[in-house]
């Protein structure tokens, strides 16, 4: 199943990647390999992982305190939020950011589909 990251999805892959990258050179490209690989994990198997809230279920990434919030639709599977675990977890409850998902970005934002 092809996996779709919303824009601000991306944004939040991007902003981590920098982080990491400016914390220990190579770190933020292990970052996103990272996602890559938990993003096809969840394509592979999308209703493995719990429901965090409604029909958004959560991942959880095994290297990084990080987790892809996403929802199970038709024909893809889209992240919806990457997600720090500890800071303000619930965040993008009742936000614009899941009103606006369907405000689509690249088709993956990490090589997907």
Not at 34 to 56: C, D, F, N, S
Not at 79 to 97: C, E, F, M, N
Request: aromatic share 10%; charged share 30%.
């Amino acid at each position: 199943m092809r996996v779709v990251f919303t824009r601000i999805a991306t944004r939040e892959l991007e902003d981590a990647v920098r982080f990491y990258e400016l914390e220990y050179v190579g770190l933020g490209r292990r970052f996103k390999e990272e996602v890559r690989k938990t993003a096809l994990r969840v394509a592979e198997y999308p209703k493995a992982w719990t429901i965090e809230r409604g029909e958004v279920r959560k991942c959880l990434l095994h290297k990084f305190p990080y987790k892809l919030m996403y929802s199970v639709e038709e024909d893809h599977i889209l992240v919806i939020a990457v997600a720090h675990q500890h800071r303000k977890p619930d965040y993008w409850v009742g936000s614009t950011l899941v009103q606006n998902s369907l405000d689509v970005g690249s088709s993956n934002g990490v090589g997907c589909q």
